[in-house]
């Protein structure tokens, strides 16, 4: 295969959700054509996409150092460079910035966003930080606080209560409860006696913080959903936009009803309450 049929494959992959599948092929076509700029503009871009959507400033470094390996194999390809740019001042580094953009004027004289940004990047005082993992945690950290600040109004408190306050109990499913991703009580129901909200509230917390972590180790994104089990209990999670749901079964409940209950769950009643489908 040609590294081209190696890059467009990956990119089909990336667009229907296969992320991961998408970055294998890439890894296997470096190996194979270490001096193909497309392999490393495509993972650049996965990269970046996966940090737009879950904040790993693992994915933003990743996504920095393979644009920089096709430039340095391209160095006539200006938009990549005008791309670095951008993301150069998104994190504060001004001078890195106007380093690229100014070679992007040089292959595309009077590009009228090059010139833009490295206006800008004139004006940005020097950074407090030149590393670039510890640029985009910083950033992570201020995208963070503007979404917990956010969260609230884009769900619906009260909506939200009031839908899971009417949730039609299903066989051996003792409670469901919702919470943000640093832990925050959103609502809760409990269909039965068996658990207590404040154990499931605290439960719901470390397993999030737990599989989360998990996941950013083994640089495969942020957690999206899993089954905990055990003998007596079981709990199925799922994150939902920037909300985590968890729903406390009991242990000998057959699986997959309990999995086509959330699903019913998500796609009748929050993808309604946000106005959209999957």
């Not at 089990?229 to 309990?258: S, W």
């Amino acid at each position: 295969a040609s590294p081209t049929s190696y890059a467009m494959l990956a990119e089909l992959y990336n667009e229907i959700g296969e992320t991961e599948k998408a970055l294998e092929i890439c890894r296997e076509a470096v190996e194979k054509f270490p001096n193909y700029e497309g392999i490393y503009l495509v993972v650049g871009k996965i990269r970046y996409n996966r940090f737009l959507q879950e904040g790993l400033p693992r994915d933003g470094v990743e996504a920095v150092e393979n644009f920089e390996k096709a430039v340095k194999l391209n160095n006539a390809n200006y938009k990549t460079m005008v791309r670095l740019g951008r993301l150069y001042l998104d994190l504060g580094l001004a001078d890195r910035a106007a380093a690229r953009l100014n070679s992007a004027l040089i292959h595309a004289p009077g590009d009228e966003e090059a010139t833009e940004l490295l206006r800008r990047a004139s004006e940005m005082p020097p950074p407090e930080e030149e590393d670039l993992e510890e640029c985009f945690k910083r950033l992570c950290e201020a995208r963070r606080a503007e979404e917990d600040s956010e969260i609230i109004l884009r769900f619906g408190l009260d909506e939200l209560n009031e839908m899971i306050a009417h949730l039609e109990p299903a066989p051996g499913v003792h409670m469901v409860v919702a919470i943000t991703k640093d832990g925050r009580r959103l609502a809760s129901k409990a269909f039965d006696g068996t658990l207590q909200e404040e154990a499931a509230l605290t439960c719901a917390r470390q397993i999030y913080s737990a599989a989360n972590d998990s996941c950013e180790r083994m640089d495969i994104g942020r957690f999206v959903r899993g089954v905990f089990a055990g003998k007596k209990l079981q709990v199925h999670m799922i994150r939902f936009d920037d909300m985590i749901v968890a729903l406390f079964a009991d242990g000998r409940a057959h699986r997959r009803i309990i999995e086509q209950y959330l699903d019913r769950f998500i796609d009748d009643e929050l993808y309604a309450l946000r106005g959209g489908g999957r």
